[in-house]
């Protein structure tokens, strides 16, 4: 009986009746806020020039267009548990150092001339290089290049604000100071699985700073004309922790994969969310019946048990796309399930 006075009773004992919210507590499968969505670079980078512009460092601490998904926008994400901006510094500049228990990584878009201290080690930056910056390692930013400096800026700070976990502080100088060989990490363990014997393993992050382009693109062309790749993503390869095999990060795994010409992918859904963003080429992907049309350095994202399918639209060009996700955090919890789906025209 809804006009039960004992309903009204709960209210100030902090106590309710599981039976009407059943539904909503147990629901039938899993219904995301995030909704598909593209963001335009070629819409959104003038944009970004135009801050950089009217706006200083000293200003903003972090010059950065937040990519908010229309169903996230309170508080701001893109996904329910990661976050993509754009980010941009200009020659001359150096960003403030900071760090925070989200974890968070740089993959570079544009310039050249740059980098990034990370725990005391220079890690440089280049189009095509995936940089990590794991949670509560310090990290500042510096320009001595001649042209503006853009990357796609990714974190977990959704996840670990979810969880009540976050923490911040900013360093006592405005630059840590320099304590490492630059690159280490990259030049130390970023040769397959050859990796130093005299290092022991320093907690669950990649110890490998930067992925570079270059060896990227090596293993997609050594392995692309010849492998049969997946149905469903081309030709994908993971970056991978080499004292582990798994992800670069226990919360984000970071993916980079091939769609031969003409290809036309199989449809799933998965219930990781992801992120991607356009390296080259030009197609679409289909979530849910909605066509998210893509190219270079677009961003677009596919939330968690989405169905989708993506299509390279040129029939003489590679696609090649980055990816990252939340799959590591629903493998650890148990919770990470993947079928086949048809996404809709």
Request: aromatic fraction near 6%; hydrophobic fraction near 30%; include cysteine.
């Given at each position: 009986m809804t006009d039960d006075p004992a309903y009204k009773a709960l209210d100030g004992l902090g106590a309710a009746p599981l039976w009407r919210f059943y539904g909503n507590l147990f629901p039938a499968q899993p219904r995301s806020r995030a909704v598909p969505h593209r963001w335009s670079w070629k819409e959104l980078?003038?944009?970004?020039?135009?801050?950089?512009?009217?706006?200083?460092?000293?200003?903003?601490?972090?010059?950065?267009?937040?990519?908010?998904?229309?169903?996230?926008?309170?508080?701001?994400?893109?996904?329910?548990?990661?976050y993509a901006g754009l980010q941009i510094i200009l020659p001359g500049e150096t960003a403030q150092a900071h760090r925070h228990t989200s974890n968070a990584f740089r993959f570079i878009l544009e310039g050249d001339g740059a980098w990034t201290t990370v725990n005391g080690e220079r890690v440089f930056m280049a189009p095509g290089d995936l940089l990590l910056t794991p949670g509560w390692h310090w990290h500042d930013h510096t320009h001595e290049g001649d042209v503006p400096m853009i990357w796609l800026d990714a974190l977990d700070y959704p996840l670990?604000?979810?969880?009540?976990?976050?923490?911040?502080?900013?360093y006592p100088q405005r630059l840590q100071p320099v304590t490492l060989?630059?690159?280490?990490?990259?030049?130390?363990?970023l040769h397959g699985r050859l990796t130093p014997a005299w290092i022991t393993p320093q907690?669950?992050?990649?110890?490998?700073?930067?992925?570079?382009w270059q060896e990227t693109n090596r293993a997609l062309e050594a392995i692309a004309d010849t492998a049969e790749g997946s149905d469903v993503d081309g030709i994908v390869l993971e970056y991978t922790n080499p004292w582990t095999g798994?992800?670069?990060?226990?919360?984000?795994?970071?993916?980079?994969?091939?769609?031969?010409?003409?290809f036309d992918g199989a449809g799933r859904r998965q219930t990781a969310s992801t992120i991607f963003n356009v390296i080259r080429g030009e197609g679409a992907t289909i979530v849910d019946g909605k066509r998210l049309d893509w190219t270079e350095n677009d961003t677009f994202a596919i939330p968690g048990w989405a169905?989708?399918?993506?299509?390279?639209?040129?029939?003489?060009?590679?696609a090649v796309l980055f990816s990252y996700s939340d799959e590591p955090v629903m493998r650890s919890l148990g919770l990470y399930r993947t079928e086949s789906a048809d996404p809709g025209a």
């Open positions: 980078r003038p944009h970004l020039l135009h801050f950089s512009q009217t706006l200083s460092l000293e200003e903003a601490e972090r010059r950065v267009l937040m990519l908010v998904n229309p169903g996230l926008t309170d508080p701001p994400a893109t996904v329910n548990t990661l670990v604000n979810a969880l009540e976990a976050g923490f911040y502080e900013k060989p630059d690159d280490a990490g990259s030049r130390q363990f907690g669950p992050n990649s110890p490998v700073t930067r992925y570079t798994g992800p670069v990060m226990p919360t984000i795994g970071c993916r980079v994969q091939r769609l031969r010409p003409g169905s989708y399918r993506h299509l390279n639209t040129s029939t003489s060009s590679d």
